[in-house]
Structure formats: C-alpha cells, structure tokens
C-alpha cells in the first residue's frame, strides 16, 4: 500500500497548465486504484503559473488592475497568505499579453509590476515573493520605480517615454517621491543569472525573444546603461554585474538596487514558500514533470528543484517526471535525482495530436506510474 503520493508537476508550457496536469495525474492513479493519499501541489520556477501555483496550495487571489506592458489596461492577479504576497511580474507585462505581430521591444514597460507591489503592500504584505520571467520589457525595471514614485526626466525637465529605448535620454532621477518599502521583505524568484549590460545582459540575450532587431538592440543596451549609471549614483551602490541583474529585462537589477531584494533559485524559494518538504514527510513517491525535459531542465528548472529536494529528505523519496518529451538520457535524469520519466511522445508519436490530446494521455502514464512504482 502507498502511503502518500506528492503531485508537483510544472506546467506543460503552451498545452497545460499545473494545475490540470496535477489533477490529471491524480485522475490516472485514482483509476488506476492507487490507495493512497494523493496529495496535488503544483509548482512552478518564478515565471508563468506561479501565483497559480501559490493559490493551488491555499493562497488567496486577489485580482487589481494595472497598465499592461504597453500602457494599456490589464486585469492581474497576485496570491497573499498570512502577510505573504506572491507576485509574476508576467501578469502584468508579459510576453503573452501582447500579439504576436504587435510586440513592443523599445516601448514596453513593467510600471503594472510595481502596480502591483502597491497593491500588496496596502493589503498588509510584509514579504513579497516577486516571481520573475516571461515578460515583454527591456526597461531594466524603470518603469516599476516609476509606479513606485520616481520621476525620470530628459535634459529639459520633461518625464521620459516609457520603455527601454527612452532611457539613453535620462538626465535625471527624482527618488523624493519613492513609496518607503523598508518595511516589506522582497525576494526575487528567478534562475537567470545573467548580469544587466554587455554580451550576457538582458538586451543582448533577451531582447531579440521579445522582437527586438540588431539596432534595437543597440538601442535597448544604450538605455540601459545610461539607467544604470544614473541609478546606481542615485542610490550610491553599483548592483548591475549582479548575477540575476539582467532577469526580465533587468528587473532584477530594479529590484535589487531599489527593493533591497534578495535573489533566489526560483523553484527552491517557491517550494519553500508552499511548505513542499512537510509534504514528504510519508510520502513513497513523488511525481513531477514538465513540458520537455531537457538539457535546459537541469539549470534550475521545476522538476529538477522537486527532484533535489525529495532526495535530500530523510529518508529520500524517489522521484519520477512526466513529459511532452524528454531528451535527457538516463545519466541525465539521474544527475537530476529523477528515477524514471514517462514521456507523452511514447503513447503518441505525432506531435500535433500528442498535444491536442495531451490531458488524457497525462493520466494513461499516470496509470503506467502506478503500475511500475505503487503495486
């Protein structure tokens, strides 16, 4: 008999979300007559599906408006608990918000994220797990300081244009008017660790994914800098060759020079944040998965985070991963402490059809699972 089985898959990036990939897996094991407590917790690496994550395991979602990466109206959403609030900078400018022949690299900004750290704070949040990643911008997090009260200003006094291009324009910051945050703990989810400026930063490796062109790019890089150099005089500390500055456009580099963050992995925060390891406590076996399981897989990712801390349980819990695909070898997946993966591709070969169907065939290796690892 089984005595408790953990769920924690990741999304299915572009076909399921967590959520129903969780519950599909818990759908094939009960059919399957596993008997067990089946214990659902999906998880997710700081970007999209995070605050879905969080809600999943008893978070409160609060819904606000913000200004979406091209200053329009978006409707976001944030998980709070307990004076926790858990943030994706994605909700509010992704990449997703945009369409696909209207993308925005030089104009987008992330002022809705620091719409939303307002409206945590005002709620009572005391710590703010700020999930980073997917996102549309390369302002180097300008636009959340602007939320935040800091006016910008060109050579003749005037408020910059948001975006990341604008910035090789800024004369001046004006922090006078900056929400005092000292009271409210950040910590930043992500596993880039790339710094803000030059071959590795954000607008060089990230921007041409956002639309970006080669003089764009120059363009985004020049901003950036000009930023960096009139901030970090401002604020009288150099952060931008920070791993982990350059995240999300360099976010990560505003939320580290203005915040006072701390930057974490950010499936090893998020499993803290969700309580994961009382979780193992009983537990025989542990599923995971992830839309492809891959070379990738290994720097952090979801399934590899699940996979490491269920090993270094006392006693460990073996773990198993389902997939789109996986293309790791088995020295791979036990490099990342995963004892077997199940993939979709096995059941249905062809593509399009292995995605259209993509919920049952989640429980058909749920089924498999229970057949290998619970009988």
């Given at each position: 008999?089984?005595?408790?089985?953990?769920?924690?898959?990741?999304?299915?990036?572009?076909?399921?979300?967590?959520?129903?990939?969780?519950?599909?897996?818990?759908?094939?094991?009960?059919?399957?007559?596993?008997?067990?407590?089946?214990?659902?917790?999906?998880?997710?690496?700081?970007?999209d599906g995070t605050v879905e994550a969080a809600v999943s395991a008893g978070y409160r979602r609060v819904e606000m408006g913000v200004r979406g990466p091209t200053g329009r109206p978006v409707t976001?959403?944030?998980?709070?608990?307990?004076?926790?609030?858990?943030?994706?900078?994605?909700?509010?400018?992704?990449?997703?918000?945009?369409?696909?022949?209207?993308?925005?690299?030089?104009?987008?900004?992330?002022?809705?994220?620091?719409?939303l750290i307002l409206g945590a704070t005002r709620m009572?949040?005391?710590?703010?797990?700020?999930?980073?990643?997917?996102?549309?911008?390369?302002?180097?997090?300008?636009?959340?300081?602007?939320?935040?009260?800091?006016?910008?200003?060109?050579?003749?006094?005037?408020?910059?244009?948001?975006?990341?291009?604008?910035?090789?324009?800024?004369?001046?910051?004006?922090?006078?008017?900056?929400?005092?945050?000292?009271?409210?703990?950040?910590?930043?989810?992500?596993?880039?660790?790339?710094?803000?400026?030059?071959?590795?930063?954000?607008a060089r490796v990230y921007a041409p994914q956002k639309g970006a062109s080669p003089d764009d790019v120059k363009l985004l890089e020049a901003g950036l800098e000009r930023w960096a150099d009139v901030a970090e005089e401002a604020c009288g500390r150099t952060v931008r060759d920070v791993p982990g500055a350059g995240a999300a456009g360099g976010l990560g580099f505003a939320a580290?020079?203005?915040?006072?963050?701390?930057?974490?992995?950010?499936?090893?925060?998020?499993?803290?944040?969700?309580?994961?390891?009382?979780?193992?406590?009983?537990a025989r076996l542990v599923i995971t998965g992830e839309g492809s399981l891959d070379a990738q897989s290994l720097h952090g990712k979801a399934p590899v985070g699940v996979a490491r801390a269920a090993a270094g349980h006392d006693p460990a819990v073996p773990v198993v991963a389902v997939a789109g695909v996986c293309t790791l070898p088995d020295a791979g997946l036990h490099e990342a402490g995963i004892s077997a993966a199940y993939t979709l591709s096995d059941i249905e070969p062809d593509a399009a059809r292995c995605m259209a169907n993509a919920g049952p065939l989640v429980e058909k290796l749920a089924e498999r699972i229970a057949d290998d690892w619970l009988r």
């Open positions: 008999m089984a005595e408790r089985v953990l769920i924690a898959p990741d999304k299915f990036k572009g076909t399921l979300p967590a959520v129903e990939v969780a519950a599909r897996l818990a759908a094939g094991l009960s059919r399957a007559g596993v008997d067990a407590e089946v214990v659902s917790l999906p998880v997710a690496d700081g970007g976001a959403s944030f998980a709070l608990r307990d004076g926790t609030a858990v943030i994706e900078a994605a909700q509010a400018c992704g990449l997703s918000l945009l369409p696909a022949d209207s993308l925005a690299p030089l104009t987008a900004a992330s002022r809705g994220v620091g719409e009572g949040a005391k710590q703010i797990m700020l999930g980073l990643g997917g996102v549309a911008t390369t302002d180097g997090g300008a636009g959340l300081v602007r939320a935040l009260g800091a006016r910008l200003t060109d050579d003749s006094g005037f408020d910059l244009p948001p975006g990341g291009a604008a910035l090789a324009g800024l004369h001046a910051l004006d922090l006078s008017g900056m929400r005092d945050l000292s009271g409210v703990e950040f910590l930043v989810a992500s596993d880039v660790d790339n710094p803000l400026l030059g071959p590795s930063g954000a580290l020079l203005f915040l006072g963050a701390r930057l974490h992995p950010g499936i090893e925060l998020l499993l803290e944040m969700l309580s994961f390891r009382q979780y193992l406590d009983g």
